[in-house]
């Protein structure tokens, strides 16, 4: 069976992951945010470690079968080296909980922020991250 690819002209865009959002992720993992590969995750591979094209736009994938990409980079710390994991709307929230990152500068930005996108509403969330792993 052919598989059929995403069709950006026709197709409802199923991620917000554009290019820009995945180098904050990439910041994000610089700054040391943990992460343990599981299902349900989104990840982008910058370095084109997966061989097979991406159902996605931007060699963004989706982790359904853990043990899929454990025979492609051999272990779970391989993965967690090699890929950038690209925390969803709701596990950044979680993040922010978990982290100690108050709503208010992100109430702040939401308030002065004519926002382009969906991508944009997680760059807010994602930089407010990468802020406090500075601290």
Not at 13 to 41: I, N, Y
Not at 55 to 70: E, G, T
Not at 78 to 85: A, G, H, M, R
Request: with cysteine; hydrophobic share 40%; charged share 20%.
């Amino acid at each position: 069976m052919m598989p059929i690819r995403f069709d950006p002209e026709n197709d409802l865009e199923p991620t917000s992951f554009d290019e820009p959002l995945c180098h904050l992720a990439l910041e994000m993992k610089r700054r040391g945010l943990p992460w343990r590969p599981h299902v349900g995750c989104f990840v982008w591979d910058p370095d084109s470690h997966i061989q097979p094209d991406s159902p996605f736009p931007n060699r963004v994938y989706f982790i359904l079968s853990l043990p899929r990409f454990i025979d492609i980079f051999g272990s779970i710390q391989s993965i967690t080296e090699k890929l950038v994991w690209l925390p969803t709307w709701h596990q950044a929230h979680l993040l922010c909980q978990n982290l100690g990152v108050g709503v208010s500068p992100m109430a702040e930005n939401w308030k002065s922020l004519t926002i382009a996108g969906p991508a944009e509403g997680l760059a807010i969330i994602y930089r407010a991250l990468i802020e406090k792993l500075k601290g």
